[in-house]
């Protein structure tokens, strides 16, 4: 969009073109750093104050109900980092990355061998 605003499409179907607009925010004031596993967006919001430093709160957005969840957290203005975490059975300690399902099958380097 541009720097008045953002808005947040999604693509339906993993088909290529086929984006829909989610919703739109205008305010520049407002950026988007990542979004929740229920799609909800996270947002950090500059918060002015005049004659001393600027501000930041991180929300979560619901565009359906249009609801504001304060996080509760608290920084200078621009200075959140949102950095997504991704949930995994691999075991950093085993160099040779093989898992053991309950002694059935064994899963080594992406392959599974009974």
């Known amino acids: 969009m541009n720097d008045a605003g953002?808005?947040?499409w999604v693509m339906l179907d993993s088909v290529p073109k086929s984006?829909?607009?989610?919703?739109?925010?205008?305010?520049?004031?407002?950026?988007?750093k990542g979004f929740r596993k229920n799609g909800e967006p996270i947002i950090e919001s500059v918060e002015h104050h005049p004659?001393?430093?600027?501000?930041?709160?991180?929300?979560?957005?619901d565009?359906?109900?249009?609801?504001?969840?304060?996080?509760?957290?608290?920084?200078?203005?621009h200075?959140?980092?949102v950095y997504p975490h991704i949930e995994t059975l691999l075991l950093l300690d085993q160099p040779d990355f093989?898992?053991?399902?309950?002694?059935k099958a064994t899963l080594q380097s992406g392959e599974l061998k009974a």
């Open 98 to 103: 093989v898992i053991y399902d309950q002694g």
């Open 6 to 8: 953002f808005g947040v």
């Open 79 to 81: 200075s959140f980092c």
């Open 63 to 77: 565009p359906d109900s249009k609801d504001i969840n304060d996080f509760e957290i608290n920084a200078s203005a």
């Open 19 to 32: 984006f829909v607009r989610i919703f739109t925010i205008k305010s520049s004031d407002l950026s988007v």
């Open 51 to 61: 004659g001393q430093r600027d501000s930041s709160v991180l929300v979560a957005f």
